[in-house]
């Protein structure tokens, strides 16, 4: 009876130890050894390493660049107000949703309020894709639209929310 016990309790510790070495190395960072390649287009962001600036859209002139640049720095100065109110309109709906009583009033009216935020945002952000368009040529833009469709369908870094916000 005796090595029997023993016996479980080694096969139980044999599964621990495996089930500890395979967590440990799930947890361990991938991807090349090697920091410098791509060190110029990649940096850390707080989900790994993330991509800078435009995707790679071949033949881009310094003037297209340019152009660009412009056009995303003024959709971010334009969006970021906007932004910011949606999300101090989001911590206060969380503040509503767990209080101890429930009011349906002010938490359907924050709710409208923040949807016509994002709408708003939303309709900036799809303006400036209609100023991109107008600086690139055909070849470009099949490029960028399918950036666009990578993106959309959650393929570009950083484009998941994942488990963030979920106890990780």
């Given at each position: 009876m005796k090595k029997i016990q023993a016996k479980s309790s080694v096969a139980a510790l044999a599964i621990i130890m495996v089930l500890a070495t395979v967590s440990v190395q799930a947890q361990a960072p991938r991807g090349?050894?090697?920091?410098?390649?791509g060190q110029e287009q990649m940096h850390r962001g707080p989900h790994g390493p993330q991509r800078q600036g435009p995707p790679p859209i071949p033949g881009l002139t310094e003037e297209q660049k340019g152009q660009m640049k412009?056009?995303?720095?003024?959709?971010?100065?334009?969006t970021l107000p906007v932004k910011n109110q949606i999300r101090e309109k989001e911590a206060r709906l969380r503040?509503?949703?767990t209080a101890e009583t429930y009011d349906e009033g002010p938490i359907?009216?924050?709710?409208?309020?923040?949807?016509?935020?994002?709408?708003?945002?939303?309709?900036?952000?799809?303006?400036?894709l209609?100023?991109?368009?107008?600086v690139l040529n055909d070849e470009q833009l099949l490029v960028?639209?399918?950036?666009?469709?990578?993106?959309?369908?959650?393929?570009?870094p950083g484009q998941g929310k994942g488990l963030r916000g979920r106890g990780r």
């Open positions: 090349p050894q090697n920091d410098q390649m412009d056009i995303h720095i003024a959709t971010e100065k334009a503040t509503l949703v359907n009216q924050l709710l409208n309020e923040i949807g016509e935020l994002k709408v708003q945002v939303e309709k900036t952000k799809i303006a400036s209609q100023q991109v368009k107008e960028f639209y399918k950036h666009m469709d990578k993106k959309a369908q959650g393929a570009g």
